[in-house]
């Protein structure tokens, strides 16, 4: 069985408080992006773990994947062993959930692939205790998210059409740096309510990503990123999560070509582009 674990991206993200067990409330839209994606394939075998494609610097027995292979196991003994090869596409430490649509994949994987019967809401509740946004991937639909990421709320939001710009310099973000310097404004916040109706009817001029606020005065590039896409035309730019990919979103021409700003903005930033196409609604 092959899938196509995507990744997402953040529009807004608000630090609402610290929780008592140390997270943090927040409140965001997660949006999915089906065009970016990792490959994952798993079929019944004798335990073998392939990865491919980026190198990621983990024991592969401690990958989300993994991790969430052997929970499975250890709630449905029906499991049996698997092979799983991981092509990785999605870079690492950038803000776009990988590694959570990764284990959140192999749940619907294993679920399909050994007749478990489970349904969504279950295999979010399994899939949980991975990651904050693991859940987010088991729906996959635009979503609004508070608690730590991990209570969701669909939305009605449609980006197709749009093109997206995404940007990964060599910058690694840790999360605990993201948050240890957090600086919270006050006049940057919304209300949840307004946060979604804005986001829904794309007037995005209030939607920030708090994180920005610590992150960009350690890593002025990522500031400078920030400000090219919005000089090239994007009508919103925001960093996705705690980093370290900045995105920017724009409008085609009626035949669906970008601006020349962007095209000049592409050359300059080549090596750090991820991704830049027009999205859809078609998951792959």
Known sequence: ?????????????????????????????????????????????????????????CDPKKNLIWRCYESMRNLYPQIEEVDIRLKKNIPFGAGLGGGSSDAAFTAK????????????????????????????????????ATGIGDELTPIDLDLSGKRLVMLKPEVAISTREAYASLVESVECRVESSRLVKEVESLELGHCINDFEASVFPNHPILGQIKKRLLDAGAFYAAMSGSGSTIYGLFENDAEGRSNPHLTRLNEEFASMVIFNDTLTQTQA
């Open 1 to 57: 069985m092959k899938l196509y674990p995507n990744c997402k991206i953040n529009i807004g993200l608000r630090i609402v408080g610290k929780r008592e067990d140390g997270y943090h409330n927040l409140e965001t839209i997660f949006y999915p992006i089906y065009g970016l994606h990792d490959e994952l394939e798993i079929t019944k075998g004798t335990g073998r773990f392939i990865q491919e494609g980026i190198v990621v610097d």
């Open 109 to 144: 994987a294993l679920n399909e692939l050994f007749a478990l019967g489970l349904t969504k809401d279950e295999l979010a509740h399994i899939v949980s205790p991975l990651g904050a946004d693991c859940a987010f991937f088991i729906y996959n639909t635009p979503c609004f």
